[in-house]
């Protein structure tokens, strides 16, 4: 939080409260719905919602649907889902397209006030005029058109006369700006294209850059804050934002206030900062959708895929996300995060958070030969070894058990301090056993280990504190409920994936290791679960009980991550 305290952005805002230019603080969080949430968006979801909470504000969630054809519903329902799923709730559920009668009586008032005009240039030439970076761009033969002629044409072409791209309405601006931005951009195009909300009512849909800043303006936004890649586009925002004047130009939108919208418009300010971008990850809607839309996932829920779904149903928490945010901070520097760093916020929060169990995930049999046949007892372990206010639990303990095979070494190397033939272990919670003899299959695979049991290292008992090297999970056979576990790693198994210089594509960097499938063996209180129960199963790592295919008769458990960090170089 301290650190919090210091992002630049949270300075400006208190100075604006301190010198009274605003009084409270108002943001949103614009998704366009053509994609669901991933990880980058978390960092801008945190930052408005947890600034207007902060600050005692609020926080928009606006929809910005102004592209209709790539947008859907499902994608609406998701980005709502997951908003919620990280902890915060929107003020009011807002989309673009509520206010495409103001966007449309506002382009009105700029061609009335001479600062918009009718364009015919098709978009080839438009390209053309507009110059480049060293070269200023050219007028347009169209740019001269009367407010009169100006305002018959667009209003034709909001009637529908006019094919798509014939036409095309343009800010009056500077063509030899330095800024491409100002070089009179696009304020409406021809599109006669179904929108999810308005179907057919509209044959032409605003440009972003006017769209965005209006909206802003429409519902009180102070503070607009985006990524980097609109810095340049700063100027065009605060243009369109004066030049329309919604604060005072009532007329143009107190029939939202009739129809029931809570509206008071100001002047926003908008500031950028820097994206998340993270190692061993890519965060581009188009390309996640591709990793789907291809198959090469299993859906945009996939554990696999850095999707906020996808984290969810890995079993990330949204405590821990938000706790990467913060120690991210806020600025204008662009870098790529360690994947680590999230992990290691993940793994921080989880074991606060998350009861311990016992799993064996690749198991080979134990035999206790000193115990009796059928000998069976409860064992009581703690759920927390740091935090007694997670109780305890019975954990059945019995002659034959499954522990880790790679608990076991017939040869062991140097320093291996675990089970070995003639060695000792102790069993979590038991007492130390001896490996006395080794059964083999016809092929001379190790198939179980026969142990003695040292009556006098059991607990309670006057050598329970012998000291062993090793300590060792175990599951007891007769009561292990075999489960589905699905052992998931990083997607990519390069940092950079759309580094090609090694002549490999993003998709070619796929690491085929990223999702195994196992049958384990879990202690019975691991397995009767709902599904999105997190465990930390010992000395395994984190897990959580799948949220789609889990039910506690069939239990399916994915791997969130391990407890350290396996990729460290
Ligand atoms: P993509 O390029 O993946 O399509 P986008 O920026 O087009 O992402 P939007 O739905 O338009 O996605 O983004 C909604 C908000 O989230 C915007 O304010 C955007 O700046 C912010 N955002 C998107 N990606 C990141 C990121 N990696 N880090 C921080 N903020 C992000
Ligand atoms: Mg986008
Ligand atoms: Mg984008």
Do not use: S
């Given at each position: 939080a301290a650190e919090g305290q210091r992002d630049f952005i949270r300075q400006i805002i208190r100075e604006d409260l301190a010198t009274g230019k605003h009084h409270a603080i108002r943001t949103r969080f614009p998704p366009e719905p053509n994609g669901y949430l991933h990880i980058g968006h978390a960092k801008a979801i945190c930052l408005n919602f947890g600034i207007a909470r902060e600050f005692a504000g609020w926080c928009n969630l606006r929809l910005d649907d102004t592209n209709p054809g790539k947008e859907d519903p499902e994608f609406v329902e998701g980005i709502k889902d997951d908003v919620r799923w990280l902890g915060y709730e929107w003020h009011d559920l807002r989309h673009a397209s509520d206010y495409f009668e103001v966007f449309y009586d506002s382009a009105i008032k700029l061609i009335k006030d001479g600062v918009a005009y009718v364009d015919d240039l098709s978009p080839e030439d438009m390209r053309a005029y507009r110059g480049t970076l060293t070269e200023p761009g050219r007028n347009s033969p169209f740019r001269e058109r009367s407010v009169e002629e100006n305002l018959d044409l667009f209003q034709r072409m909001r009637a529908g006369e006019f094919a798509d791209g014939a036409k095309t309405l343009r800010a009056k601006i500077d063509m030899t700006s330095g800024n491409m931005n100002m070089r009179d951009p696009a304020i409406y195009r021809i599109r006669k294209v179904t929108h999810?909300?308005?179907?057919?009512?509209?044959?032409i849909y605003p440009m972003y850059d006017y769209a965005h800043c209006l909206s802003d303006a429409l519902e009180g936004i102070t503070h607009s804050l985006c990524t980097l890649e609109f810095e340049d586009h700063r100027p065009l925002y605060d243009w369109f934002v004066d030049k329309v004047d919604l604060v005072n130009h009532p007329e143009l939108w107190t029939h939202l206030r009739e129809g029931g919208f809570r509206t008071e418009p100001a002047k926003p300010r908008q500031i950028e900062f820097s994206r998340l971008n993270l190692s061993y990850s890519i965060t581009s809607k188009r390309k996640l959708a591709q990793l789907v839309n291809e198959n090469l996932?299993?859906?945009?829920?996939?554990?696999?895929?850095?999707t906020l779904r996808g984290l969810r149903r890995r079993g990330f928490t949204p405590g821990g996300l938000r706790l990467l945010i913060e120690r991210l901070g806020v600025s204008k520097q662009n870098s790529i995060i360690d994947y680590s760093i999230l992990e290691n916020c993940i793994r921080e929060d989880l074991d606060a958070t998350a009861p311990r169990r016992m799993a064996v995930l690749d198991p080979i049999k134990l035999v206790i030969?000193?115990?009796?046949?059928g000998h069976e007892e409860q064992l009581t372990f703690s759920n927390h070894p740091k935090d007694e206010s997670f109780g305890t639990r019975n954990v059945p303990f019995s002659r034959e058990l499954w522990i880790e095979r790679e608990d076991f070494a017939e040869v062991p190397p140097k320093g291996f301090h675990r089970l070995k033939p003639e060695g000792e272990v102790r069993l979590r919670g038991v007492g130390i056993v001896k490996c006395d003899e080794l059964v083999k299959d016809a092929d001379g695979n190790v198939i179980e280990l026969r142990c003695s049991l040292d009556l006098e290292s059991r607990q309670g008992m006057p050598g329970a504190d012998r000291k062993v090297k090793g300590t060792i999970h175990w599951v007891s056979a007769k009561h292990g409920v075999a489960t589905e576990v699905r052992v998931y790693d990083r997607?990519?198994?390069?940092?950079?994936?759309?580094?090609?210089?090694?002549?490999?594509t993003w998709i070619e960097h796929i690491n085929p290791e990223a999702k195994r499938i196992v049958t384990a063996w879990l202690e019975p209180a691991a397995a009767q679960v709902d599904a999105e129960q997190r465990f930390q199963f010992e000395r395994l790592g984190y897990f959580v009980a799948d949220r789609v295919d889990h039910t506690s008769d069939k239990p399916v458990f994915n791997r969130t991550v391990t407890l350290r960090d396996a990729w460290a170089k």
């Open positions: 999810q909300n308005t179907g057919d009512a509209w044959p996932v299993d859906g945009w829920d996939d554990p696999r895929m850095n030969t000193n115990l009796p046949e997607l990519f198994n390069v940092a950079d994936p759309d580094d090609e210089t090694d002549g490999k």
